[in-house]
């Protein structure tokens, strides 16, 4: 089990029954709560007549879903002073990620496991709430957003759920704690966990009120800052479901107004291919391209918009550029593709793959499955000469070696990767 982060190939979203069965049998015999870092972290800071303690959260609802585990989040009546001092001379690094807040994160080699303190709200402008410190179970359950985040367990997993969240769970409904006026006010952001939540547990049967509710309060999404946005923008492309967001009219509507850069939802219809869901799915980057890339700079807006990384502009902008040669090109994935991923390199060519067949032919997956073998198993060499080469030439560095250098490599390709170095020095002289 691994924990903080997402199986390779695996996705927390994923119904249950995706789940293997024989994972299913493991869970069943060894819950996740029973982990020993889990299990050190109960013994450190329980006492013996209560729980200090429980876990809360995703965590909890993907077990009772019996889906893959990913963030552990644990929630504890001790305050953050308290738990430093308890997990002293322990394995457990405390890393003071979110102190003002009551959260500390806990690593112990690479698992990563946040606690926060029991908090009830003040006040709130929904962006940030201002929060105190309570021992009050009930109390920080009400501030949390949808009944089926506010399920707890404990050591023995035993479960504590004051808004019935588990039965929500099971029938897929996402319900607001309280009044969902309040809690949009509170904080924006759950406008967007609500469509990611709907999209996640296909509950698509909405309350009408709560549908009016958020159509109404979607101009306080301007107040969050765009990190916390493009948060969730990740997790929803992450979802194993996100395909059927297409089939709703409703929630494409408000998906439709918070983000107008998503152009292109219905390239999403491609998902239901099961193979090219497969390719896609590995690759959730590849999910924001379907959505962004046209021929206009629409992709470099969002990236501009959310201060994105430059892996990801580079990822898009590679992906938008030579989509388009590939289309003009009929040869670019045939006898031009060695040249290609000798010049982009086998991981961007095979993403570029995925993107074009999942949007040009979407019913031709085998195709893909071909590509990505011939490049796996495709061997390019290295261009034999560089500058230092050279120089031992005789050749004073500088711009001149440069384009020497370009011309002989373009000439080198041209004959298949494959010229004795006895003619390239006569390329060389040649150019020189």
């Known amino acids: 089990m691994v924990f903080g982060t997402t199986i390779l190939g695996s996705n927390p979203s994923a119904p249950a029954n995706n789940m293997p069965f024989v994972d299913n049998i493991k869970n069943f015999l060894f819950p996740f709560y029973k982990d020993k870092k889990i299990k050190e972290i109960f013994l450190r800071l329980n006492s013996k007549n209560e729980n200090n303690v429980m876990l809360v959260g995703g965590c909890v609802r993907n077990y009772l879903n019996n889906e893959q585990i990913g963030d552990i989040d644990l929630a504890t009546t001790l305050t953050p002073g308290e738990v430093i001092k308890k997990l002293a001379n322990t394995n457990f690094k405390v890393l003071k990620t979110g102190i003002d807040h009551g959260t500390l994160t806990l690593q112990q080699d690479k698992e990563i496991f946040e ?9 709130t402008d929904g962006r940030h709430a201002k929060v105190s410190f309570t021992n009050s179970w009930e109390k920080d359950s009400n501030r949390r957003d949808f009944t089926i985040n506010a399920i707890y367990l404990d050591q ?10 588990r039965r929500d769970l099971k029938d897929k409904k996402i319900k607001f704690i309280g009044n969902p006026q309040e809690r949009i006010e509170e ?3 759950r406008i967007i966990r609500f469509l990611r939540f709907s999209i996640q547990y296909k509950n698509f049967e ?16 301007l107040k969050l800052s ?6 969730e923008i990740i997790k929803i492309t992450k979802l194993y479901n996100l395909s059927e967001l297409v089939s709703n009219d409703e929630l494409k509507e408000i998906f439709d107004v918070i983000f107008p850069e998503f152009k292109y939802l219905n390239r999403l219809n491609t998902l239901e291919n099961r193979e090219i869901k497969k390719y896609i799915m590995l690759e959730h980057n590849l999910v924001l391209a379907l959505l962004l890339i046209d021929q206009t700079e629409n992709h470099n807006y969002f990236v501009h918009k959310y201060k994105t990384s430059n892996f990801l502009k580079e990822y898009l902008n590679f992906l938008h550029k030579y989509f388009y040669e590939a289309k003009k090109n009929r040869n670019f994935f045939l006898k031009d593709l060695k040249k290609n991923v000798f010049f982009h390199n086998k991981e961007k060519m095979i993403s570029l793959i995925k993107f074009y067949y999942a949007v040009i032919k979407p019913n031709n ?3 893909i499955d071909d590509l990505i073998k011939e490049i796996t ?3 390019v060499p290295e261009f034999p000469l560089n500058g ?3 120089i031992n030439k005789g050749f004073k560095s500088g711009r001149k070696i440069g384009e020497i250098l370009k011309k002989a490599e373009k000439v080198w390709i041209e004959n298949d990767f494959n010229l004795k170095k006895e003619d390239l020095n006569n390329l060389i002289k040649k150019y020189n």
Request: charged share 40%; aromatic share 8%.
């Open 206 to 221: 909405k309350d009408k009120d709560t549908i009016k509710i958020i159509k109404k309060n979607i101009p306080g999404i």
């Open 365 to 367: 997956p085998k195709k």
């Open 388 to 390: 230092e080469y050279l």
């Open 156 to 165: 023995n997993g035993k479960i504590f759920d004051p808004h019935n969240g």
């Open 115 to 123: 606690i926060t303190t029991l908090r009830e709200d003040v006040s």
């Open 187 to 189: 904080d924006y952001l």
């Open 377 to 379: 198993n495709l061997r």
């Open 226 to 231: 765009k990190e916390r946005i493009f948060s």
